[in-house]
């Protein structure tokens, strides 16, 4: 079981969809775009 928090990020934009992906996950977060 994974003690990171989660977010799923939903957004027609892949550049936008890229950029919190990557902030997000340097943050700590696990990411699913």
């Known amino acids: 079981m994974s003690t ?3 977010i799923l ?3 027609d ?4 969809r890229d ?3 990557t ?3 340097f943050a700590g ?3 699913r775009a």
């Open 9 to 11: 990020i939903v957004d």
């Open 19 to 21: 950029l919190l992906s």
């Open 4 to 6: 990171q928090p989660r």
């Open 13 to 16: 934009e892949p550049n936008i």
């Open 23 to 25: 902030s997000l996950r």
């Open 29 to 31: 977060f696990a990411i």
